[in-house]
Structure formats: C-alpha cells, structure tokens
Nanobody, 123 residues
Framework: QVQLVESGGGLVQAGGSLRLSCTGS????????IGWFRQAPGKEREEVSC????????FYADSVKGRFIISRDNAKNTVYLQMDSLKPDDTAVYYC????????????????WGQGTQVTVSS
C-alpha cells in the first residue's frame, strides 16, 4: 500500500529550528518528486518546498526562502525539511506529497500525500 508518513513536528519558540521527515513506502520513492505543503487556519494551502527525483533540483516559496532546506535520502525513502529561524507565521499542519513526474505548484498535481504533522511556533 502506498504510504507517506510525516514526522518531526512540534512546538518551538520563534527563532528555533525543527526538522520534518517524510518517509514513503509502497512505491519507487527515488523516482518521485517530493513536495511539502502547509495549511494554517484562515490561510490558503501553500507549497513551501519541493525536490525533484533525478537532479535533486529544489523549489522554495518566497515565504521560507533562506530559512528552510529540503533534502532527500533515497536509501531511507525519506525527504527532510530543515526549518530554521522559525516564525509564528510558520505555524501550520505540514504535509508531504509525491509526484511521479515533476514538482508542481499546486496540491492537485501530486499523486500521494500524507496525514500531516503539526508545527507550532510560539511568541
């Protein structure tokens, strides 16, 4: 069964760091682009980052550029999102998504998604 599982969320103070993990199973993880989206109350769902399968090209939303770093370890079927200099505006449920073709700018472009992990940034 195809599955994506996010982990690593939690409560941190503004300025702190957190590393999210997305682990996939049931599909050829290494051939899929992996994206990270977030959804906060009162806000539109936003893609914050994506990494391609082949050349590991990366995408970052302007809102997180310079603060977040996406990477992947295909041997572990895992993509990471290192989040530094966190702000209260980063508070959201974070979801990982998988595409068998490319990174997409919209949720609907992806084939699979996880259940999400909550990130809360205080102060």
């Amino acid at each position: 069964q195809v599955q994506l599982v996010e982990s690593g969320g939690g409560l941190v103070q503004a300025g702190g760091s957190l590393r999210l993990s997305c682990t996939g199973s049931g599909f050829r993880f290494g051939t899929y682009a992996i994206g990270w989206f977030r959804q906060a109350p009162g806000k539109e769902r936003e893609e914050v980052s994506c990494i391609t399968a082949g050349d590991r090209s990366t995408f970052y939303a302007d809102s997180v550029k310079g603060r977040f770093i996406i990477s992947r370890d295909n041997a572990k079927n895992t993509v990471y999102l290192q989040m530094d200099s966190l702000k209260p505006d980063d508070t959201a449920v974070y979801y990982c998504t998988a595409s068998n073709y490319q990174c997409y700018s919209v949720w609907e472009g992806y084939d699979f998604w996880g259940q999400g992990t909550q990130v809360t940034v205080s102060s």
